[in-house]
């Protein structure tokens, strides 16, 4: 039964597989939780759906490596982030700025619904309401009988 439990536990705990390799860490402890924190927000560029402290990609590897650098010459996170920006753009954050060059990233997702719900809103008004059920005239009447004596072609 405590077997299971183990198993079980293991399972359902979500494990987080770090790719930070231990002969990357920093002896400091405070830089190196420094490090981790500026890793987590950056994007790994071959990823690039993931933190680079969570790929395994060899560039991610050199950020990372090339943030614990930086941080031990005295680098604040700020001064880290943005030597990262001025060599790979924007992108390389997991949380671009909010400024005219990432309006559409920001905005594009919004906007794109809103146009999306007033094309059907539109698209809704042109329809015509109902189609208006009259009768038969008789010269269509007299055709649909022919049709079904046989007398008549389509």
Known sequence: MKALRLLLLLILLPLNALAVQPDEMLADPAL???AREISRNLRCVVCQNQSID???AP???DLRLLVRERLSKGDSDAQVYDFLVARYGDFVLLRPPVKP???LLWFGPAALLVVGAIAIV???RRRPAAIEDKPMSEEERARIARLLDGEGSA
């Open 32 to 34: 190196e939780l420094r």
């Open 54 to 56: 969570d790929s395994d």
């Open 59 to 61: 560039l991610a590897r």
């Open 101 to 103: 060059s990432t309006w």
């Open 122 to 124: 539109f698209w809704f």
